[in-house]
């Protein structure tokens, strides 16, 4: 048993006599623009992540790249001092 029409259009009126139509505009548009702004943080969030993890990634491709090799090396250097 929802709620029909008519009992919508009761509370609408009650609502518009308490507060008033320019009220009413007045916070619908104040909501609006809460909704947009939050829409576009999170947008940017995301957008940030995503740009760090690609930074994250150029970073291990380039400077700090783990060189077996070298790493041998050292130990065998240290081996034959020893």
């Not at 029409?5 to 007045?26: C, D, E, H, M, P």
């Not at 957008?47 to 491709?61: G, N, R, V």
């Amino acid at each position: 048993m929802g709620i029909s029409i008519w009992q919508l259009l009761i509370i609408l009126a009650i609502v518009l006599v308490l507060f008033g139509a320019k009220r009413l505009k007045n916070v619908g548009g104040d909501l609006g623009s809460a909704i947009k702004g939050f829409k576009n943080a999170v947008k940017d969030e995301e957008k940030k992540d995503d740009d760090s993890a690609e930074k994250t990634l150029e970073q291990k491709d380039g400077d700090n790249v783990f060189d077996v090799a070298a790493d041998e090396k050292v130990a065998e250097e240290k081996k034959d001092k020893a």
